[in-house]
């Protein structure tokens, strides 16, 4: 056994040293279950179909997301048929190295589940059988065997899955039946205690179920790594490129692009919202890029400023969050706000320099596309960008927070438009 330990080490650092991977490669594995002693049983000797009695560990290591190998220790006793069969005990341990294979990858299991796994395992090692309660004056039984079984998989989390095994063992060169009182032969000798030195095969299986443990600091391990999520081929990548090209186009330079601005001529310097409207976010009939208190209310001919002081700013600031003129968005699958947006943090940071009692939390949002997890991810990273800009912009970060809520439920999913709406981050006044 610790020789396999060391070669499957050595194996690991030479594979380490010659390339990194994008997704974890090694997984311990430990499993607990039953086993079935099938033939050779001398006569009348009979073994139970679900004998509560093996227990094996492994160490894996996948080559790439569909191949790898492993070595595991299985050890156990096999035991009588209770009022049936004569008793026995055969206690058992073996070791073998295993090829495997990731038909869940290969068959496409994400399609309709990013939870569920299969694997295959194939391989040979070598095992002993000891027993007990014995007529025969036997000493212990040395044989090589091969292996193969499949294994279901369901993941728990990133670092954790909950699997289930079944394996068949055959083994050569068997010296005695499985309980040990009878010679793996056709014809026994007459003397039961002189071994005719005839070898045959036993067969036996065993079902499992136990853990995964995902080793390393990647996000995912191989058996759930999904390379087409993060590549695109060329083509992909070109169309892509020439469809972002044309939608980047931006007649009149507010930063909002034509497919998405509903006002294409809006004068240079003024303040939109992601629809390329001029906003007017204190309703005074004042454009915000014209108005010197664009949240307070006022006449032209003081600039858009009320007569008499307003000490009420904060409902002022509350009420246009919550009409939504202070949304900061960004692109597709990206942390960096867009250029039109940044006057949004602007006028946050000026409004909470005038109100220092003022606190507030920054909101992510994400649209649907993506998994649920990623998205979480996305929006937290877009919330600590904006985050990071009110910091840099003076604001101290005792009266901020930030949160990543993942995807807008409130947008239709079936309009793109909506879709880009929902790549944002809004505030709240605390």
Known sequence: MRKLFIILSLFGVTQVSYAQKDYNQWSIEANAGFNKAMAPLSPDFYSPSL???????????????????KGDLGFGSFSETKNKSPEFTTKYIRMDIQGVVNFGRMLNFESFSKKLGFLGHLGAGFGRMSFEKTILNTSPDYHYNIISGLTGQYRLSEKVALVGDISMITNGRQ???????????????????????????????????????????KDQHADWYLASEKYATKEELASQINGIKDMLKDSDGDGVPDYLDKEPNTPAGARVNSAG??????????????????????????????????????????????????????????????????????????????????????KGYADELGSEDYNIKLSKKRAKAVYDVLIESGIDSSRLSFIGYGEDTSVDKSSSDARQMARRTSFEVK
């Not at 005074?284 to 009320?306: E, I, K, Q, R, V």
């Not at 039109?340 to 320099?353: D, E, G, P, R, T």
């Open 51 to 69: 004998n509560i009695g093996h227990a094996d560990f492994g160490l894996r290591y996948m080559i790439n997301e569909y191949f790898g190998v």
């Open 175 to 217: 010296t005695y039946t499985f309980d040990g009182n009878y010679y793996n032969a056709d014809k026994q000798p007459d003397n039961p205690y002189e071994n005719p030195m005839v070898h045959a095969m036993g067969n036996w299986w065993t079902g499992t179920l136990g853990l995964n443990f995902y080793l390393g600091s």
């Open 277 to 362: 409207m001029t906003l007017d976010s204190d309703g005074d009939g004042t454009p915000d890029h014209m108005d010197n208190c664009p949240f307070l209310p006022g006449p032209a001919s003081t600039n858009g400023c009320p007569v008499e002081e307003i000490t009420e700013q904060v409902d002022y600031f509350r009420k246009a969050i919550n009409e939504n003129y202070l949304n900061v968005y960004f692109a597709f699958d990206s942390s960096k706000p867009l250029d039109y947006s940044v006057s949004s943090i602007q006028f946050v940071s000026n409004f909470l320099k005038k109100n220092p009692g003022v606190q507030l939390e920054v």
